[in-house]
């Protein structure tokens, strides 16, 4: 998405200086204005520095970003975190925050019929009481069977005899493959497909344990099973976070941390621009510290003779001999077309610094580490490309909606070969309503594959409406399918079904289509383990961090954590 190029926004913008009146040289420079770069840059801020961040764009916070619904501001883009760690929540308390759990009575799953249960319809459920990703910590509670049937369910439970190495070889290095192993197909199928496929858009045999879950893998061989690996991660998250281990928002949204990050920084003597973009990186000289036995000044020095020119003769691309990074900034417009790159709209400036954070998007952070030629870094890595998505919201008018028929949610399984082989679809059934389906279709009765609730989600959305007035958000666009068009029509029928309410069109008072295409791309076993060796070769570089989604995992709370890690190894310089 590009909110550039979106009037009807309201996004977090910083007000930009001239390139003429930043100095010669900065104690840091972050590279990206997401929630990565940010963080770095606060980041650095707690470690007493006074760092320069510059963002493409004309917005800041990346996937956070804000915009207006009929009266309301809400995030277009990611709207929650996962408490896991300390990061992100130490974060949103220094900042003078407070993060909230969604209100309601909890969210449901939409899944295909189970033959096995004598089902004939998709229907309902309630997400599971303890579960982490749809993984029980204890397969045989009711909601369980419930939900498996009484064989799966036994089937899950085995788990507690398998020993703790199962699991933990090559067939576990998926999510997927790591659960089959030790609860069985239906578990993924009918619980952790769902969930997975809806937060990060693949499916979780896409996606390796080791970073959708971190610790999963390592807890189990340690409790000697996945379920009470499960219950020991919840209960350490709820002692943490002192509740349920739910995913939590900052109140008013979580565009309210991105504002308040970009003015603690600036607060604290750093710079914020957006309009700004890096061009190219010029590397120090290896030999650039030793040049000051020679009279050379090294950067930090105050000496007159350590300025750079300020015209386009800096970006020459020749190395720099105090030891510092060069980086090359241009303004910048929009590109051609909203999901383009922003491109240079002005004069070029060479500033130095010793302390360099890119923090940009994969390609074009790729792209710039590669123009600083360095021998130690191999930056020929492909990036797994993310599934279309569409975000469609809709503010309307209907009582029949106060009593909340599927609470603050729902996500819609994905229609598998694996999900349905048991199954028989026959009529909808997600409130005893609903639409027919063709007899052994395997296709879900809806396009959407997720509905937010959102004034029943967030009580400050709900504040800000009329009485009987409610905020609908439905999402579309799952991996290997093509870009999802959505009307207002097909928006209006998947409601009905999912959650029994027809609303017509006059009810409608605003909608709004919103795309975040390829944003979250699958991170594979073979993925991970090439970022983990760029990231070492990264880290034995002075002077150099790298940061962001796709070298610190998806989910705000792995960026966070990530981000606000990697600025700490510059704290030495």
């Given at each position: ?362 390609r074009p952070a790729l792209r710039l580490l590669a123009s600083a030629n360095l021998a130690a870094l191999d930056t020929d890595i492909t990036i797994p490309v993310g ?149 070492s070769q990264v880290e034995n570089i002075e002077g150099l961090a790298v940061t962001g989604a796709w070298v610190g995992g998806t989910g705000v709370n792995a960026v ?14």
């Amino acid at each position: 998405m590009n909110l550039d190029a979106k009037n009807n926004s309201t996004p977090v913008v910083s007000h930009p200086n001239p390139l003429s009146d930043l100095p010669d040289e900065v104690d840091a420079l972050v590279i990206g204005g997401g929630i990565a770069g940010l963080s770095a840059a606060w980041q650095l801020t707690q470690d007493g520095f006074k760092p320069l961040l510059v963002e493409a764009r004309g917005y800041l916070g990346g996937l956070i970003a804000p915009g207006y619904i009929g009266p309301v501001q809400v995030d277009l883009g990611a709207e929650t975190f996962v408490p896991r760690g300390v990061e992100t929540a130490q974060m949103v308390s220094a900042l003078g925050l407070e993060a909230l759990a969604p209100s309601g009575d909890g969210a449901r799953l939409f899944l295909p019929p189970n033959r096995a249960n004598g089902e004939s319809h998709w229907r309902l459920w309630r997400f599971l009481r303890d579960a982490y990703l749809g993984i029980p910590a204890d397969p045989d509670a009711d909601d369980v069977v419930a939900v498996l049937g009484a064989k799966a369910a036994q089937r899950a439970a085995q788990d507690r005899h398998l020993g703790s190495e199962v699991g933990q070889g090559a067939e576990g290095e998926t999510l997927a493959g790591f659960v089959a192993a030790r609860m069985g197909q239906a578990v993924v199928d009918r619980l952790v497909r769902p969930i997975v496929a809806g937060i990060y858009t693949c499916d979780p045999a896409d996606l390796a344990t080791d970073t959708v879950t971190p610790g999963l893998r390592q807890a189990t061989h340690e409790h000697g099973c996945l379920a009470d690996a499960v219950a020991f991660l919840l209960a350490r998250s709820r002692k943490a976070t002192g509740g349920r281990s739910v995913d939590k928002c900052v109140r008013g949204g979580m565009f309210q941390l991105t504002a308040a990050l970009s003015q603690a920084i600036t607060t604290a003597g750093g710079t914020v621009l957006t309009r700004v973009g890096a061009q190219q990186l010029i590397a120090p000289d290896a030999a650039g510290n030793a040049d000051t036995a020679s009279g050379a000044t090294t950067c930090g020095a105050s000496s007159a003779s350590n300025a750079t020119s300020h015209d386009a003769s800096d970006s020459s691309g020749t190395p720099d001999s105090s030891g510092c990074w060069q980086v090359v900034l241009a303004p910048t417009k929009p590109g051609p077309t909203p999901s383009s790159e922003p491109v240079p709209a002005g004069t070029p400036r060479t500033l130095r610094t010793k302390r360099l954070v890119v923090a940009c998007s994969a390609r074009p952070a790729l792209r710039l580490l590669a123009s600083a030629n360095l021998a130690a870094l191999d930056t020929d890595i492909t990036i797994p490309v993310g599934a279309p998505i569409a975000r469609y919201s809709l503010l309307v008018d209907s009582p029949e909606l106060d009593t909340a028929p599927v609470g603050q949610g729902l996500l819609v399984a994905p229609a598998s070969p694996a999900s349905c082989a048991n199954t028989q679809a026959g009529a909808v059934e997600p409130s005893n309503q609903g639409s027919p389906t063709q007899p052994g279709a395997v296709e879900s009765p809806v396009g959407a594959k997720a509905l937010s609730h959102l004034n029943v989600k967030w009580p400050w959305i709900a504040q800000a409406l009329a009485p009987h007035q409610h905020l609908l958000r439905l999402s579309y666009g799952r991996l290997g399918q093509s870009e999802p068009q959505v009307s207002l029509e097909q928006a209006l029928a998947d409601v009905r079904v999912l959650t029994g309410v027809t609303i017509r069109p006059e009810q409608v008072s605003e909608h709004k289509l919103v795309r975040w295409n390829g944003t979250l791309p699958p991170l594979p076993p073979s993925y991970r383990a090439r970022i983990g060796a760029f990231m070492s070769q990264v880290e034995n570089i002075e002077g150099l961090a790298v940061t962001g989604a796709w070298v610190g995992g998806t989910g705000v709370n792995a960026v966070v954590a990530h981000a606000r890690t990697n600025a700490r190894r510059l704290q030495r310089l």
